[in-house]
């Protein structure tokens, strides 16, 4: 059964720092997801992560993906308010093409930015 | 708005009486996927869906759950005699392709229904 785990699961950042977001699993896989949610709101894709090595940034976060470790992360650079929210990973269990889209997804990181 | 459609956005309960969730997927998508969120959590997948086909109905629990997609209309998530433990936020999400054309195109989220139950 895969198993994917977050941590923190808590973060309290003050503004203007950085700090990263650690998302490990543990069966093969090459197609990784990170979604943000606000409060009593659905979820917004935020990266898609597909291939070893593979790095993606928008704006002050910063994604990344190691198969070989099963780990992605998750960075944040000089945190503002607008980024509290919770962060999700999400891992799809298949590989090679035979995905169907089964999502499993971390606890969440609940991330406060303190001015 | 072309987004997944789902509705009631908050539906209230008492126990012993059914739950029926509707989920409309984006223009074009005809793969339909339903997560439960207990609060705090993260997401768990239930079921997945095409058209008149369950696909994977792994997380579903063995009883009172049941979900459809029928040829024409939502789907639907149907919980019959509900107790206080299904109260949850429950999302629906829809893809147009699988395999590797799948890869690249997350999962779209619809609004999601918080159910109570009384």
């Known amino acids: 059964e895969l198993k994917v785990e977050q941590n923190p699961l808590f973060l309290s950042m003050q503004e203007g720092k950085n700090y990263t977001i650690y998302c490990n699993y543990s069966t093969t896989s090459d197609r990784l997801y990170w979604y943000r949610q606000d409060p009593g709101k659905s979820l917004e894709s935020l990266f898609v992560?597909?291939?070893?090595?593979a790095v993606k940034q928008e704006g002050r976060l910063m994604a990344s993906l190691d198969t070989k470790a099963r780990l992605s992360t998750l960075h944040i650079t000089a945190a503002v308010h607008d980024l509290s929210a919770t962060y999700f990973c999400?891992?799809?269990?298949?590989?090679?093409?035979?995905?169907?889209?089964?999502?499993?997804f971390g606890q969440g990181t609940i991330l406060t930015v303190h001015p | 708005n072309a987004g997944v459609m789902q509705n009631p956005r908050h539906l209230v309960r008492r126990r012993g009486q059914e739950a029926r969730l509707r989920c409309s997927p984006m223009k074009g998508h005809s793969h339909v996927y339903w997560y439960r969120q207990l609060p705090e959590e993260g997401l768990k997948f239930m079921v997945y869906?095409?058209?008149?086909?369950?696909?994977?109905e792994s997380g579903m629990p063995k009883e009172r759950f049941s979900a459809e997609f029928p040829k024409e209309g939502p789907s639907i998530l149907r919980i019959q005699q509900v107790v206080r433990g299904d109260s949850a936020a429950y999302f629906c999400?829809?893809?147009?392709?699988?395999?590797?054309?799948?890869?690249?195109?997350?999962?779209?989220f619809g609004d999601g229904t918080r159910l109570s139950i009384l």
């Open positions: 992560l597909l291939s070893n090595g």
């Open positions: 869906l095409q058209k008149e086909n369950i696909i994977d």
């Open positions: 999400a829809s893809s147009g392709f699988t395999g590797t054309a799948s890869a690249n195109q997350p999962q779209h």
């Open positions: 999400a891992v799809d269990e298949s590989a090679g093409g035979t995905s169907y889209g089964k999502l499993t």
